[in-house]
């Protein structure tokens, strides 16, 4: 059986990337709760923007991608100074990963990377497709969203864990605290 970590002796970032429907946000929180540290979902925080939606129209797509990362950036930049771990739950590119690698190196932290996929497009969709998160401020995402989102946010090259939504929610949150236990990788 393999121990889930508590809380680490040194902070951690944990991210979990993927596009929707790959589990990430059911990871993230989990692991959050685990770690005893606070969830960050960039839909969320995107969502509580709502009363800036006129304005956030007038950005283009790259802008908006920059103010996402940023705002998300300054959480888990806050959670350091603390000397406190954080889990972020977004979409990321190499760039940003390498971007919030330094500033957690830089506050004494370790950036985990966590990869959510689904390699089965029937499961993949219906999962989409079947879902209402009723994040207040934010849609719902359909299929042709996710279908452009993996246009724009391509797998990463760089070192994480890399989890498939067809096993099960448990086998993979075992995966996850193999992964942030270095002592203990039997489950990667």
Same mark, same amino acid.
């Given at each position: 059986m393999t121990s889930q970590p508590g809380p680490p002796d040194q902070p951690v970032v944990v991210v979990f990337t993927g596009l929707p429907g790959t589990g990430k946000s059911t990871m993230a929180d989990r692991t959050a709760i685990?770690?005893?540290a606070p969830a960050f979902s960039g839909d969320w925080l995107m969502g509580s923007l709502k009363p800036a939606a006129a304005q956030l129209t007038q950005l *283009?797509?790259?802008?908006?991608?920059r103010m996402y990362h940023s705002l998300l950036g300054g959480l888990m930049t806050r959670q350091l100074l603390l000397g406190q771990s954080a889990v972020l739950d977004c979409l990321v590119t190499e760039a940003v990963?390498?971007?919030?690698r330094s500033t957690a190196i830089a506050h004494g932290a370790e950036l985990r990377i966590v990869e959510c996929v689904?390699?089965?497009t029937a499961v993949h969709r219906s999962?989409?497709?079947g879902r209402v998160r009723g994040?207040?401020?934010w849609h719902e995402? *359909?299929?042709?969203?996710v279908e452009r989102m993996r246009g724009e946010f391509p797998a990463l090259t760089g070192e994480r864990l890399t989890l498939d939504?067809?096993?099960?929610?448990?086998?993979?949150?075992?995966r996850v605290c193999a992964y942030l236990d270095p002592g203990n990788r039997s489950e990667r």
């Open positions: 685990q770690l005893g *283009d797509r790259d802008a908006y991608s990963v390498d971007e919030w689904c390699s089965d999962r989409v497709e994040i207040p401020g995402i *359909d299929w042709p969203h939504a067809v096993a099960t929610v448990d086998r993979n949150f075992r």
